[in-house]
């Protein structure tokens, strides 16, 4: 079980749920609030909850920061351990969400650090899972591959601070609050940056469609 907040936590069993061998919660709260609650007064189970509802989102922030999907699990890993350690320092009544990503964005910086090499984008974190629509056409298909294969290779020639914007916007759908908190700027910071981060894209975007 994981030591309450402020205590060392368990990576073993808090990894083993981050990879989806959690144990499973018969019964759990349906508000994220209560199972913040919980967490923070050393329910290890409400926390596993917690981490099953934005793995997907932790894993897409940190393929936006870092290149290579092994690296973006550990920082995901890590940054939820860190997050647990931390909970005694979480804001009643704030969102979760923005929160839990913001810590991801800083561990995967500082991994990508480490390694000392510029950051991509993570083709298999960034991209919109599949829908249960009925299966489009083989052409249509072709032709979504081909567009989003566009779209991701102009984004990796973007800056870190323009993929995170993007990303959060298009493919995580935060709002303008939660944008603003995982950033960590002021939520009227929000709309011109991410008008800017546009710009910049369109110009890419015209760049790698120029090239093929």
Partial sequence: MLAPPGQQAEPARLAGCIKGTGEPWEGRPTEESEL???????????YEDLVRRHQDAALRTAGLVLAGGADAEDA???????????????RAGSPFRPWILR???????????SAGRRAGLALRFAEDRPTVDAAPSPEAAVLAREQRSTLLAAMSGLGEDDRLVLGYRYFLD???????????????????????????????????????
């Fill in 36 to 46: 913040i609650e919980r967490a923070q007064r050393g329910d290890a189970l409400a």
């Fill in 76 to 90: 995901v890993q890590e940054a939820f351990v860190k997050a647990y350690a931390a909970l005694g320092r979480f």
């Fill in 103 to 113: 810590i991801v964005a800083n561990e995967a910086r500082n991994r990508r650090r």
């Fill in 174 to 212: 935060l709002g303008e609050a939660e944008m603003a908190e995982a950033l960590g700027i002021a939520r009227g910071t929000v709309k011109s940056r991410l008008s800017r981060a546009i710009g910049r894209l369109r110009t890419r975007l015209a760049s790698v469609e120029a090239g093929r």
